[in-house]
């Protein structure tokens, strides 16, 4: 591999870096070969070379894209730290430019290659993979479930991949709350298989799990560690991030569009009533609506029985599960998730009967997000996860009580404090569109 490319100037050229890209294509050189080409040709695009002292990120990005690197685990690895349930997307979305992000994460890419470098020199021995502890806290649908910020995640993915291969050592996920699987089946097909079987899951005892892999004076005491520096998140090295100001925003964005949904028109006094068959329980249910001009009733119900009438029709019987009422989603457009307890036909209404003057037209998208059946998570408590309204109207309800506050590891069912690696969630997503 390193004599066929004899011809190219790499950034590096020993062989554990040539090693690295045989294990990402499993050791095929001619794949290899092209990868690194690639990578060559990309470094010049990205300005690689030059990108940590020609390149200033901007302010918005520095100050609330929150991620870091602290300390080192217990094999000598260097950590970074990952805190995307403070992530926000819509905020980035509205506030940077896609170009500026890519350009940050290949920046934080080259600061890795230094950081190596430096822990190489310190321990004697080659150090060339992080160790990543991502943190989950604040993750929900209403902040993480976007779809500009689902294709960022996709392109942020692919330019690390084919860039950097290799890089991780381990990934360590802390305070996973119960909708992490049903996201992370949206974006774990943009994530290779090797990077997903380094995947450790930690569960509600997860400082004490975390101090297995980082030693307490190598951790922040937000993580169960002794530093701090000035404050228990290590602020002075990893960026805390939260929802960014709108001051910063280029423009008003909005991530709805009536082209990539279906449309009804439910008539004056009438109403309209969709079927959608859940097959697992834990099935997350996750819809967005748009009406024109006017307000409309809105909820979902499940069917729960049929009743026998004497003399009458037999009668379906169905209970409530998120509440009917009206909804602005003429002003704003309605977004909200449903997390299904149990499996069954669930059935959204559109209901107009109040209105004896107007038709409304509806343009709507309903997505199933199945659970995880081959990696489940660890859960935090329900109430981690209940979302308030927001200025985007985005609400999450339980449909009774939850089963997933249990662990399953493989295909067996355990109690919850167990730790699950390496695995992937689930077979696709069902949509509806």
């Given at each position: 591999l390193k004599a066929s490319l004899s011809d190219v100037t790499l950034p590096e050229n020993d062989d554990y870096y040539f090693l690295r890209w045989l294990r990402a294509v499993k050791f095929d050189s001619c794949k290899a070969e092209q990868r690194l080409r690639k990578h060559v040709e990309a470094r010049k695009e990205l300005g690689a070379d030059t990108i940590?002292?020609?390149?200033?990120?901007?302010?918005?990005?520095?100050?609330?894209?929150?991620?870091?690197?602290f300390g080192e685990d217990r094999d000598g690895h260097p950590v970074y730290y990952d805190n995307i349930g403070n992530l926000d997307p819509r905020g980035l979305h509205r506030s940077c430019k896609l170009e500026d992000i890519v350009k940050l994460k290949v920046m934080q890419s080259e600061m890795w290659q230094a950081k190596f470098r430096e822990f190489t020199e310190q321990k004697g021995r080659k150090i060339e993979t992080i160790t990543c502890v991502i943190d989950m806290e604040n993750l929900s649908f209403h902040r993480h479930y976007y779809r500009p910020g689902i294709n960022l995640f996709s392109e942020l993915s692919g330019v690390l991949q084919r860039n950097y291969p290799e890089r991780n050592h381990l990934i360590l996920v802390v305070k996973a709350p119960r909708i992490f699987p049903a996201l992370y089946n949206l974006v774990k097909h943009f994530i290779d298989e090797n990077t997903r079987s380094k995947i450790v899951i930690f569960g509600a005892n997860w400082k004490e799990e975390l101090l297995q892999y980082i030693s307490p004076d190598q951790l922040p005491q937000a993580y169960g560690g002794t530093r701090c520096e000035p404050d228990p998140m290590c602020t002075n090295f990893i960026t805390v991030g939260g929802d960014i100001p709108p001051e910063y925003y280029m423009t008003n964005l909005t991530e709805t569009s009536k082209e990539d949904m279906e449309s009804v028109v439910v008539s004056r006094g009438s109403s309209y009533e969709r079927e959608f068959t859940v097959e697992l329980p834990g099935t997350v249910i996750r819809w967005e609506f748009i009406t024109n001009d006017h307000d409309i009733n809105f909820g979902w119900h499940q069917k729960s029985g049929t009743k026998r009438r004497r003399f009458l029709p037999t009668m379906t019987e169905m209970s409530e599960v998120v509440p009917m009422k009206r909804r602005n989603s003429h002003i704003i457009p309605e977004s909200g998730s449903l997390?299904?307890?149990?499996?069954?036909?669930?059935?959204?209404?559109?209901?107009?009967?109040?209105?004896?003057?107007?038709?409304?037209?509806?343009?709507?998208?309903?997505?199933?997000?199945?659970?995880?059946?081959?990696?489940?998570?660890?859960?935090?408590?329900?109430?981690?996860?209940?979302?308030?309204?927001?200025?985007?109207?985005?609400?999450?309800?339980?449909?009774?009580?939850?089963?997933?506050?249990?662990t399953t590891q493989g295909s067996d069912l355990s109690p919850g404090d167990q730790t699950t690696q390496g695995s992937d969630l689930s077979p696709g997503d069902q949509t509806t569109q």
């Open positions: 940590l002292t020609d390149w200033k990120p901007p302010e918005v990005l520095v100050k609330y894209f929150p991620t870091g690197f997390l299904c307890s149990t499996a069954g036909i669930y059935v959204m209404k559109f209901d107009n009967s109040y209105s004896w003057t107007r038709s409304k037209e509806v343009f709507y998208s309903v997505k199933l997000l199945p659970p995880d059946t081959e990696l489940s998570v660890p859960l935090m408590a329900a109430e981690e996860i209940v979302e308030e309204g927001t200025g985007e109207e985005d609400e999450f309800y339980e449909c009774g009580d939850y089963p997933g506050d249990q």
